[in-house]
């Protein structure tokens, strides 16, 4: 069973920094489409940020020039560096993962907090 298991969230103040982590077993990571999504109290779920197995990363408008997704294959670990963060940025942040022969993963969710 595929294990995603987010880290770093925390309260910081407007203009701030966080770096999340997403920690992956269970997964051929390196050939998985992994994936940022948030929540915010009364809204849906939406993409943040997306890479590929080759590496091309797409991104929400919303946080284009602030957030940075990278993946680390050898250590089945997913990031996503936030610079520059707004009080809509607050929400949960889920680790998502599509795998050839496991479908789509979840994580539990790292809150994140942008006080202005």
């Known amino acids: 069973q595929v294990q995603l298991v987010e880290s770093g969230g925390g309260l910081v103040q407007a203009g701030g920094s966080l770096r999340l982590s997403c920690a992956a077993s269970?997964?051929?990571?390196?050939?998985?489409?992994m994936g940022w999504y948030r929540q915010a109290p009364g809204k849906q779920r939406e993409l943040v940020a997306i890479t590929t197995t080759g590496g091309s990363t797409n991104y929400a408008d919303a946080v284009k020039g602030r957030f940075t997704i990278s993946r680390d294959n050898a250590k089945n670990t997913l990031y996503l560096q936030m610079n520059k963060l707004k009080p809509e940025d607050t929400a949960v942040y889920y680790c998502?993962?599509?795998?050839?022969?496991?479908?789509?993963?979840w994580g539990q969710g790292t809150q994140v907090t942008v006080s202005a």
């Open positions: 269970n997964i051929r990571f390196s050939i998985s489409v």
């Open positions: 998502h993962a599509i795998s050839i022969g496991q479908g789509a993963s």
